[in-house]
């Protein structure tokens, strides 16, 4: 990234002031509730793909996916920018001199690839009216909770997640930012039906990705040979994406994305909040997400 454009970033974070806001009782960055008319108005096009996740649920991973499938495993077009420039997240409303993701969107060319946390409510109705593509990634709520919370830590556009137990508490009241993961899940779940909707588990992409990524290309309409899938499965493991500086946001300052805190693409495994619930909390999350296990 240009040394001058670092600076700016660095120094609009000097100045910046975070707060949360709400818009329908979900909890949002002030800065994106600020301009909530020129998100929810934004105008998707009929051929735009939308990828829709809970935070860390695995998006960057789809993005990456997705893109690749596109440019028809095209290594050389799929390192052309980093991930946030060349996939807008459309809500996000960073510190200037960064760009938003509406004014990136709007400058793109189509096909456009575009990336949500948004609930399917707040979802800009013009994606359900043109009837878009979307990929929704869908993760077990525990590692959910755990990937968040370290995110949170590392990220300094979102508030500071405060101790392990004062998070456990939040995230299961849905007092965390993009709102609770349930309703989230469940609200997109019930959407397949109605909509042209893809929905993928990430402990499945895990399982057999070969098997998740033809499930991605036949839903995009795209026939690529075995010798393709396996370089985008190769490209998209998580090692060659830790390993990728358009796809582990190290072209970010330490301002806005502190790694040394927590890496962007911490561990990419399924299980690991076995290392941090106490018996106590993975009772209490039971009970809570009890019903929640007839999605999958």
Known sequence: MDPAVTEEMVKGMENFQFTMGHIEGVSLPSTLCDVWDSICNFQAREDDILIATYPKAGTTWMQEIVDLILQEGDVQKSMRAPIFIKVPFIEIVPPKPMPSGVELAQKMASPRILKTHFPINLVPPSFLEKKVKVVYVARNAKDCMVSYYYFQKMNKILPDPGTWDSYFS?????DVPWGSWFDHVIGWWKAVDKHQILFIFYEDMIKDPMHEIRKVMKFLGKDLSDEVLENIKYRT????????????????PKAIFDQTISPFMRKGTVGDWKTHFSVAQNIIFDEEYKWVKVLH
């Open 237 to 252: 493991s998580f090692q060659a994406m830790k390993e990728n500086p358009m796809s582990n946001y190290t072209t970010l």
């Open 170 to 174: 939040a995230f299961l009241a849905g």
